[in-house]
């Protein structure tokens, strides 16, 4: 196969518990995380004499999906010359994992254009060198996180899940909300977090981004039963009970944000190799 296009899937963290910061420098993590049908952005891989990364974003090599290819190199023991065409619709700074998402997309259409013939295990073992959240996207569908979120446990889908995103244009950097997180007194992890939507970085993305907490309100006014805030923000995700009222919030919070009414997506209802 000369060339293949991937869905790349945002994701949301139903569940963020974030533990104290470690000796490695890192905060332990309990999340679920659910790849979501939108927004999404498109990966195009196509066999190359050298290797391109186009994206509008982050082009060239300061792309994770650059990084990814320099990880597959590694593991496979050979140059892996391909052509990345990245079309982005997932926002930057989102927590929305846009950019983690591409770099899985390219370590899967690699895998199959060069014939490396990585089984999905494997290829969780490189995307691991890349990034916290790459492993995910790699698995997909509906998972727990824990550690640095890189440990999975496959969970029950929640097909009944109806989320409306909201990108109000608040980026945040994940640095700076984490910093803002440890100046706040908090909690130990508990032995096993629950699934009740809960983000614990909320108070500190919102102690950088005060408009969030306008975000949330409207959500509310419009419908939702409950908001979380997306990764490290500055996405919002509004839950709601069923698809229609996660559509007719979608048309009151249209005028005012980007919005994206989202199911679970899965693995079986990805789009088709090269679709």
């Given at each position: 196969?000369?060339?293949?296009?991937?869905?790349?899937?945002?994701?949301?963290?139903?569940?963020?518990?974030?533990?104290?910061?470690?000796?490695?420098g890192y905060h332990p993590l309990q999340s679920l995380m659910i790849a979501l049908s939108a927004p999404q952005d498109t990966v195009r891989v196509a066999l190359d004499s050298r290797r391109r990364v186009d994206c509008p974003v982050a082009p060239g090599p300061q792309n994770l999906a650059s990084s990814a290819l320099d990880a597959l190199e590694?593991?496979?023991?050979?140059?892996?010359?391909?052509?990345?065409?990245?079309?982005?619709?997932?926002?930057?700074?989102?927590?929305?994992?846009?950019?983690?998402?591409?770099?899985?997309?390219?370590?899967?259409?690699?895998?199959?254009?060069?014939?490396?013939?990585?089984?999905?295990?494997?290829?969780?073992?490189?995307a691991e060198q890349v990034g916290s959240d790459v492993p995910f996207f790699i698995r997909g569908g509906t998972q727990w996180a824990a550690g640095r979120g890189h440990q999975l446990r496959t969970a029950a889908p929640l097909p009944g899940l109806n989320v409306l995103v909201v990108d109000a244009g608040v980026h945040l950097s994940t640095?700076?909300?984490?910093?803002a997180f440890d100046r706040a007194p908090h909690e130990p992890l508990p032995a096993a977090a629950e699934a009740s939507p809960r983000n614990d970085l909320w108070h500190a993305a919102l102690s950088l981004r005060p408009r969030l907490g306008r975000v949330v309100r409207d959500l509310r006014a419009a419908g939702a039963d409950q908001a979380v805030l997306c990764g490290s923000g500055g996405a919002v995700a509004g839950l709601f009970s069923a698809p229609e009222r996660a559509q007719r919030a979608a048309a009151i919070l249209g005028p005012s944000y980007r919005t994206w009414v989202a199911q679970p997506d899965t693995p079986e209802t990805r789009a088709p190799p090269g679709g």
């Open positions: 196969m000369a060339e293949l296009t991937l869905a790349a899937p945002s994701k949301l963290n139903l569940v963020l518990r974030v533990g104290p910061v470690a000796p490695d590694a593991q496979v023991g050979r140059a892996l010359p391909v052509a990345v065409t990245i079309t982005k619709r997932i926002p930057a700074q989102a927590g929305l994992g846009g950019g983690s998402s591409d770099a899985a997309a390219v370590l899967r259409a690699t895998n199959v254009v060069h014939a490396c013939g990585l089984a999905d295990d494997e290829l969780v073992q490189v640095p700076c909300v984490y910093a």
